[in-house]
């Protein structure tokens, strides 16, 4: 089913005033739109009482609304990123914001923001931050999760162990979400579109919305 993009207040489940304004004062990529269909998904998985996790934190918008679903819902959102920027953010590329570069190592540094951005926005209490490589932090992973928001690197072997290394922990009627999927090349990297497709194909996962690039499947199934 693919859905419109609607305006806030739309939806029967829009995020608190105080979480939207966070969301939009943050620094981050995440449209409205496709940020009000993340909060919507998170909402319903909530329902489930189980941690929500997200990979790639950055400087923490998209976090905002996971972590303000947790909140109302009694849970907790899971964030993980190395936080030295994905490819496209390095020195000389498209995304690249020298305002988080760390003046002492010269290398990119979102931690610091993302702190900064979950204490405006009072949610500190409802996020565990895992500081590492998310294949690293997916090993050592071994709870069920109510939802995995794919939103990390965007090469082929990132995105793919990303899934490989997350999916699984979905329980059933839990929520797997990708972001920038594109099937045409020409509008984005295709990493997150093929493990779209992947997921699909596995017939563990049935796609339940789509908002822009934003791609939301549930849990029918085994295996990954």
Not at 192 to 207: D, M, N, Q, V
Not at 209 to 223: I, N, P
């Amino acid at each position: 089913m693919i859905t419109e993009p609607q305006a806030p207040g739309d939806r029967p489940q829009d995020p608190a005033p105080e979480v939207l304004a966070a969301f939009e004062g943050a620094k981050g990529f995440m449209p409205a739109d496709e940020g009000l269909a993340l909060y919507a998904a998170a909402v319903e998985a909530a329902r489930l009482g189980l941690p929500l996790l997200e990979v790639g934190t950055y400087c923490g918008r998209s976090t905002i609304l996971l972590a303000g679903a947790a909140r109302a819902a009694g849970t907790v959102a899971v964030t993980v990123d190395h936080h030295r920027g994905s490819e496209e953010q390095q020195p000389g590329w498209e995304y690249h914001d020298s305002s988080v570069v760390d003046p002492v190592t010269g290398l990119m540094d979102t931690l610091p923001t993302f702190r900064r951005t979950l204490f405006a926005a009072g949610l500190e209490e409802y996020v565990v931050a895992l500081v590492g490589r998310s294949p690293r932090a997916a090993a050592l992973w071994g709870s069920p999760l109510g939802l995995v928001f794919v939103d990390g690197g965007h090469t082929d072997e990132h995105a793919s162990a990303d899934y490989e290394g997350w999916a699984p922990h979905i329980v059933r009627d839990g929520l797997l979400v990708i972001h920038d999927v594109f099937a045409d090349p020409a509008d984005g990297g295709q990493a997150p579109y093929r493990i779209h497709r992947r997921a699909l194909e596995s017939g563990a996962f049935t796609e339940i919305s789509a908002t822009r690039s934003l791609r939301v499947l549930r849990r029918t199934g085994s295996g990954i």
